[in-house]
């Protein structure tokens, strides 16, 4: 008799992650490659890029999500730096009041960021827009980064001052480089929820600005299935390119929160 | 750093901080007055709170919370089962095999939710699921259980080598030597992990919004979200945003804790 | 305590291969009961894969083990009346010293009285008392040590298998733990198998040394034997300092390396045959004067070694020496040598040449381990042929392009005058190169072949 290899013990959730995760994507590719009448067709695609609606609705998106992100950089690289000079440790208050938010509900933040508008008379539109997602993701780009500097072995910096460089050299020639897989990881929480939202938008403007989640959303919603399968393949690439750009295997490290 | 440019870091640091929580906090503030319009004070009143559990307010929205809850712990508790055990078997797989299932593990995590939403909702459309209470719980354990799997594997790693051949070694059967070395030494990952996926999943919208159906099934967020859209900011949703913060809040200082405690181990 | 007779353990013909790698090749082992046997090799050698294999964590590909006769292959590890001291203890962290060691016997429910009496015995014996409350992480390297020794031997196994046990600990440490270890098992009486790398633990603790390399045995002997009769070079220079030299086996009892002949006491290689020769650094007689000594030489160096002076000494025929002597020299006096019969160790080598098949493509090139070399030859296009290669018929190159194919220094053997390589070439065939360059081991290099001394001949076919 021989025991059962632990190794094993991984199919259940293999079967699993199968049915319940490639199954599904699998899906996504039928159904935007079905046309009308059924069969194979590319029909999804040409619509899109015939609605002159829907491509604006994708490039405005786009545009909303690069500039988030670019804010949230600039606004995050700084207090993350900040931060990881200050001898704070992982659990100390002023980290934990930064990583906070990214755990509390996206509506919940985004509605309290619309009492705030509410709150200050301020008439909703795209400046509130993008003021609310800099809000909402800042966190997301503060901690990957914070967390890679503060990782950073301090003798690299210490190092470059003992070549000769000065402060400012070290960190745009030593801090800097060391800390683009932060920043890349960062780039990618930042980027990837903002050009896939849609409650976020919908509720920050009031329904006056429309980005392209909410356009898949309301063709999944009225139905239009494989046309919303097709939308949501063409947010799948845009997400699939920009992952490309930062490697994988950085990503995957910071997604899971740094929590745990 | 000189003073000057400390003070500087530090005032940088605590204008950001304040910038991302006034709007928490005049919710909150404003949870404990009546006007109807935000930014007026009333004079303080619990009538707001009272409102949540009572009247036409309260009832739907007590079983929203009441759904929210049970799918979270459901959610939880199987993937924190699937989890578990999947972590044991990755970690005792070796080549192709592991890069492949963690390849898979990884999909949920990087995928965007309103794709892991839409992808759920055409797979159960194209089977014929009726979707509800169940799809729910199904679509959150997809989503829940990688990050168990995430969270219990970094015990499995720090084991010393030879654990599970040393309990062989001094004649524990294999399930023996699972239950009396090998969990007692990933609990801590597996109680993490179950902490993670409850917070993960009553957090959840956009995937739950597209497998719930058409059957009246609410969680809080889809709850708060179709009342938003509704009429703008119903004065009830202060005093439950102040509530469902201090709860994150809590969960949260709760696994910061643990894992401040194991760091330390 | 002797051993007696008694087989407890037999290997026979056990292999294992990993991934089409074969990490144990044909493995013939008896142990008797009693013994202390010291599998010693260096990393990789499969030593310890045959301490798993013995305890039941793998199963060997082809052979078989007997337990006192009788075959365990279908027996789980859990049922084997074997246990083992692991490299990093692999102690329960979740539980405290007390009922780590008493994991084995609760198991076997044993009696809570006759557990308590059993620890506390091992704990005595251990010399860890007081420490049953302990929890183990809050113990230090030694002390955990003693403990999964403690755990292991509790169970009052047949055999006790110990995988690099000392390793962890630092050096003063690791000699008393040597010295415990080896009371404890004359007291008890009990087969001790031990796997290390370290080679003065291997001569210091074992009735028996088997030292493996590759995956295969290279030799089995007590410590005297092992030091004093190596049966190949790898055994000589992985036991202890020694001259390797080439020599020339003239007749029985009398050999000649570094330029001069030497009477020994080894007989049967042939006449005028190439073999290795080995002559520890404390064998080499070195004096001021030159009356009855056999060669002369220059100090090169002199380093004082606590007991010792270790010296280098360059030869008047160019050949280097390394000898130990309690007298120390001045570099660059003139010095005189004697080698006595019996010190000289005669080794038959391996192999002489490099013996490779070839394929031949045209009158120019012959395609060899997967690159074409050019050679001239008279064979027919396609044909099979056997290609000699002498060892210094091969050149290695820094560029990898620049050789006809690329491999990785795999071992470096100094010969006195000129270093003796193994290069494993990347579909893993081994060649043989004599040079003067210096190379680290792990370099990766280009290879071709000089040109001189290659010998074709038409490959036999039987030899398939």
Redesign the interface.
């Known amino acids: 008799?021989k025991?059962?290899?632990?190794?094993?013990?991984?199919?259940?959730?293999?079967v699993?992650?199968?049915l319940?995760?490639?199954?599904?994507?699998v899906?996504?590719l039928?159904?935007a490659f079905t046309g009308r009448g059924g069969g194979v067709s590319l029909e999804n695609f040409v619509r899109f890029f015939h609605s002159p609606e829907d491509l604006h609705t994708f490039v405005y998106s786009i545009e909303i999500a690069l500039i988030t992100t670019v804010l949230c950089l600039l606004?995050g690289y700084?207090?993350a730096w900040?931060?990881s000079?200050?001898n704070l440790n992982?659990?100390s208050v002023?980290v934990?009041?930064?990583?906070?938010?990214m755990?509390?509900?996206?509506?919940?933040?985004t509605?309290?960021?619309?009492?705030?508008f509410?709150?200050l008379?301020a008439p909703l539109g795209e400046a509130t827009l993008i003021f609310g997602m800099v809000?909402n993701f800042?966190?997301f780009m503060i901690y990957p980064i914070y967390n890679t500097l503060n990782k950073m072995d301090k003798s690299y910096a210490e190092a470059a001052q003992d070549l000769g460089a000065t402060p400012i050299k070290v960190f745009t020639k030593v801090t800097v480089p060391l800390s683009m897989p932060g920043i890349w990881s960062g780039i990618l929480m930042v980027f990837?929820?903002t050009?896939?939202?849609?409650?976020v938008a919908?509720?920050l403007t009031?329904?006056k600005i429309k980005l392209f989640?909410t356009t898949?959303?309301e063709n999944?919603n009225s139905g239009m299935?494989n046309y919303?399968?097709a939308l949501?393949l063409i947010?799948?690439a845009i997400?699939g390119i920009t992952?490309l750009f930062s490697d994988s295997e950085q990503?995957?490290e910071v997604?899971?929160?740094g929590?745990? | 750093m000189s003073t000057a440019k400390k003070i500087l870091a530090k005032g940088y640091l605590w204008l950001l901080l304040f910038f991302m929580y006034a709007p928490i906090v005049i919710i909150a503030i404003f949870s404990f007055t009546e006007a109807k319009v935000l930014g007026n004070w009333t004079g303080f009143s619990m009538k707001l709170y009272q409102n949540l559990f009572s009247g036409s307010v309260g009832g739907s929205l007590l079983k929203a919370v009441e759904n929210t809850l049970s799918i979270g712990l459901l959610s939880a508790f199987f993937s924190t089962l699937l989890g578990s055990v999947a972590a044991v078997g990755i970690y005792n797989l070796k080549g192709r095999s592991r890069q492949a299932v963690t390849f898979l593990n990884n999909i949920p995590m990087l995928n965007p939710d309103i794709i892991t939403g839409i992808a759920l909702f055409l797979l159960f459309v194209a089977v014929g699921i009726t979707q509800g209470y169940v799809t729910v719980v199904l679509a959150h354990v997809s989503f829940c259980t990688p990050y168990v799997v995430l969270s219990v594997m970094p015990k499995l790693r720090q084991m010393a080598p030879n654990t599970y051949e040393a309990a062989l070694d001094l004649g524990a059967t294999p399930g023996q030597a699972l239950r009396k070395v090998i969990f007692p030494q990933i609990r801590p990952g597996v109680v993490s992990g179950f902490i993670l996926a409850f917070t993960l999943s009553i957090d959840d919208f956009a995937v739950t919004l597209f497998t719930k159906g058409n059957q009246g099934l609410e969680t809080l967020s889809t709850y708060i979200y179709a009342d938003a859209r509704k009429g703008g900011l119903t004065p009830e949703l202060r005093p439950l945003m102040t509530v469902v913060f201090l709860v994150v809040l809590v969960l949260l200082l709760i696994i910061n804790r643990r894992s401040a405690n194991n760091n330390k181990k | 305590m002797v051993a007696s007779e008694k087989h407890i353990l037999d290997l026979q013909n056990v292999s294992k291969r990993y991934d089409g790698k074969t990490i144990l090749d044909n493995i013939n082992l008896y142990i008797r009961e009693g013994e202390f046997v010291t599998l010693l090799g260096p990393s990789g050698c499969g030593n310890t894969t045959t301490l798993r294999l013995i305890a039941g964590f793998i199963q060997p590909d082809d052979g078989k083990i007997l337990l006192e006769g009788e075959d365990i292959a279908g027996i789980p590890p859990y049922q084997r009346p074997l246990n083992t001291v692991f490299q990093r203890y692999a102690l329960f962290p979740h539980l405290d010293v007390y009922d780590n060691i008493a994991f084995g016997l609760k198991l076997q429910k044993t009696p809570t009285d006759e557990i308590d009496r059993r620890v506390r015995k091992v704990l005595k014996m251990v010399a860890m008392t007081d420490y049953e409350d302990r929890d183990v992480d809050s113990l230090s390297g030694g002390q955990q040590q003693r403990v999964a020794i403690a755990r292991a031997l509790v169970n009052e196994p047949k055999v006790l298998l110990l995988d690099e046990p000392l390793s962890a600990l630092d050096r003063k440490m690791r000699e008393d733990m040597q010295i415990e270890l080896k009371e404890m098992h004359q007291k008890l009486g009990i087969t001790f198998i031990y796997v290390t790398h370290d080679q003065e633990e291997a001569l210091t603790l074992s009735d028996t040394i088997v030292v493996m390399n590759e995956g295969r045995i290279q030799q089995i002997g007590t410590p005297t034997e092992i030091y004093n009769e190596p049966v190949n070079c790898f055994v000589a220079d992985f036991i202890g300092e020694s001259n390797i030299l080439d020599g020339t086996f003239i007749k029985n009892g009398l050999v000649e390396f570094i330029g001069h002949e030497f009477e020994c006491v080894d007989k049967g290689f042939g006449r005028r045959a190439p073999v290795d020769v080995v002559v520890r650094p404390e064998d080499v007689y070195i004096r001021r004067s030159q009356s009855g000594t056999q060669f002369s030489g220059t100090v090169r160096t002199c380093t004082f070694k606590g007991v010792h002076n270790e010296i280098f000494v360059d030869t008047d025929e160019g050949y280097e020496m390394m000898i130990q002597d309690y007298n120390a020299f001045e570099p660059g006096e003139r010095v005189h040598m004697l080698i006595k019969p019996e010190d000289i160790q005669v080794m038959r080598k391996e192999c002489t040449s490099n013996v490779l098949s070839g394929t031949v493509r045209d009158a120019e090139t012959v395609r060899i381990l997967g690159g074409d070399f050019p050679v001239a030859n008279s064979f027919e296009v396609g044909s099979e042929v056997k290609v000699e290669v002498p060892f210094d018929g091969i050149e290695l190159m820094d560029n990898l392009d620049d050789g006809v194919i690329s491999g990785e220094v795999h071992s470096i053997l100094y010969k006195g005058n000129h270093y003796h390589l193994t290069v494993r070439t990347e579909d893993g065939d081994s060649l043989y190169v004599d040079t003067n360059d210096i190379w680290d081991k792990g370099d990766l290099v280009g290879v071709k072949f000089i040109g001189q001394g290659i010998k074709l001949s038409k490959a036999e076919d039987e030899t398939d």
């Open positions: 008799m025991p059962i290899k632990r190794s094993a013990w991984a199919l259940p959730y293999t699993f992650l199968v319940f995760v490639a199954l599904p994507l899906m996504v039928i159904y606004l700084p207090a900040i931060m000079n200050s992982r659990s002023t934990m009041l930064f990583i906070l938010p755990w509390i509900n996206m509506l919940i933040r509605l309290a960021t619309v009492a705030l509410d709150f008379r809000y800042l966190p990837m929820p050009i896939s939202t849609f409650a919908e509720l009031m329904n989640g898949i959303q999944i299935w919303g399968a949501a947010m799948l997400i992952t990503s995957s997604e899971t929160g929590l745990i």
